[in-house]
Every structure is written in structure tokens, then in C-alpha cells.
T-cell receptor, first 114, second 111 residues
Framework: GAGVSQSPSNKVTEKGKDVELRCDPI?????LYWYRQSLGQGLEFLIY????????KSGLPSDRFSAERTGGSVSTLTIQRTQQEDSAVYLC????????????FGPGTRLTVT | GENVEQHPSTLSVQEGDSAVIKCTYS??????FPWYKQELGKRPQLIID?????GEKKDQRIAVTLNKTAKHFSLHITETQPEDSAVYFC??????????FGAGTTVTVRA
């Protein structure tokens, strides 16, 4: 079946602009995660959605970052007033449930802020 | 929060030899430890995982060991092949969902 998809695959934006990144999880997966991977670094947790529960936003680096998940499926990560340090690959993952735990990753969106 | 450290950062092995990557974690409540493989330009993919009620798990040429007392876990790849060349990430989570990742190990298998 279809895996996790993300769009766009690449995004170049000017400093100060807002960007929206989209994630389509695997159908039926109730949990959705956003991570950030800077060049040569590990994955940094940003935010987590599980069903209708309030999201865990504890990993968001600043109030310029926000995310929403509509209808329990598609999620968008929004970065306002982008800064050069926001340049990274943004990865989305989904999993069946807390019990399932295996997280399936999307291909990522490479964001470059010039 | 959980802090995961991973060593070495780079590892070069001769084809056919073994590779070992070690990780330590800080929170004794962590109970799920997956390993992900990320090939250049591709998404991370789960290769093996272990839960805290198990000390060792093996899947063909890869194995993971967990020492809860010492709070460390290791990935072992035997009979390495060129296609094993990739970046490997360990991770830990505490009974729920949020994975804390190590910084990664770049493994190069020399033919």
C-alpha cells in the first residue's frame, strides 16, 4: 500500500517568509509525528498527534512553528517568519497506535531558507 | 527529557567483517529501543527494535542487545556487505511514542 507522503519534496524560501509543509500518513494510522533533521545530525522530535487527543508540542523550537492535523489524517507544519537556522529536512512519520509503535517515515521535505 | 548518545560517529569496516554501534540512554523508564537505517537521500527505515523485557534480539545478520542496568544497547551487523553502507540511528522512547534519537553512525563497508 501507499506509504507516508510529504510535499513539497524541496522548498527554497527567503528569510522572513512563511512556509507550509504537508504530510499524508498511511491510511488508518492514528499517530503522526514531525521530526527535523539538520545536516549530518540525528532526528529532533517536534510534535506528535494521536487521534483526537491534544497534540504534544513539546519539541517545537519556537512559537514560529505550529502544526495541525485535520480530520485525523493530513497534517501541515507551518513555519512563520523563517530563519536560516530553520533550514533542514522535515520528516513526518506515522504509526498504527501506541501499541504498534513502529514509525514509518515519509521522504521528507528539504527546506532551504536563503 | 531522554538523552541518547551514540558511538562511533563513523565506522569503516572490511566487507565480511562485523560492525558494532553502541548507544546509551539517560532515562531508566525508557522501554522501547528501535534502530533505523538511512541510506543517502532516503527516508529512515526501521531495521530492528527491542523492548525492555528482552535482552537480545536477532534477525538474520543483525542483532541488538540491551543492558537495562547499564542503560545501553548495541547493534551488531555480521558478515557486512556493501549494501549495509548507510547511516544508522538508535532511538529510545519512554513507554509512549516520542522517539529520542542518537546522532547517527555513518557505516562504510569497504569491498
Amino acid at each position: 500500500g501507499a506509504g507516508v507522503s510529504q510535499s513539497p519534496s524541496n522548498k527554497v524560501t527567503e528569510k522572513g517568509k512563511d512556509v507550509e509543509l504537508r504530510c499524508d500518513p498511511i491510511s488508518g494510522h492514528t499517530a503522526l509525528y514531525w521530526y527535523r533533521q539538520s545536516l549530518g545530525q540525528g532526528l529532533e522530535f517536534l510534535i506528535y498527534f494521536q487521534g483526537n487527543s491534544a497534540p504534544d508540542k513539546s519539541g517545537l523550537p519556537s512559537d514560529r512553528f505550529s502544526a495541525e492535523r485535520t480530520g485525523g489524517s493530513v497534517s501541515t507544519l507551518t513555519i512563520q517568519r523563517t530563519q536560516q537556522e530553520d533550514s533542514a529536512v522535515y520528516l513526518c512519520a506515522s504509526s498504527l497506535s501506541l501499541a504498534g509503535r513502529e514509525q514509518y517515515f515519509g521522504p521528507g521535505t528539504r527546506l532551504t531558507v536563503t | 527529557g531522554e538523552n541518547v548518545e551514540q558511538h562511533p560517529s563513523t565506522l569503516s569496516v572490511q566487507e565480511g567483517d562485523s560492525a558494532v554501534i553502541k548507544c546509551t540512554y539517560s532515562d531508566s523508564a525508557s522501554n522501547y529501543f528501535p534502530w533505523y537505517k538511512q541510506e543517502l537521500g532516503k527516508r529512515p527505515q526501521l531495521i530492528i527494535d527491542i523492548r525492555s523485557n528482552v535482552g537480545e534480539k536477532k534477525d538474520q545478520r543483525i542483532a541488538v542487545t540491551l543492558n537495562k542496568t547499564a542503560k545501553h544497547f548495541s547493534l551488531h551487523i555480521t558478515e557486512t556487505q556493501p549494501e549495509d553502507s548507510a547511516v544508522y540511528f538508535c532511538a529510545a522512547s519512554m513507554g509512549d511514542y516520542k522517539l529520542s534519537f542518537g546522532a547517527g553512525t555513518t557505516v562504510t563497508v569497504r569491498a
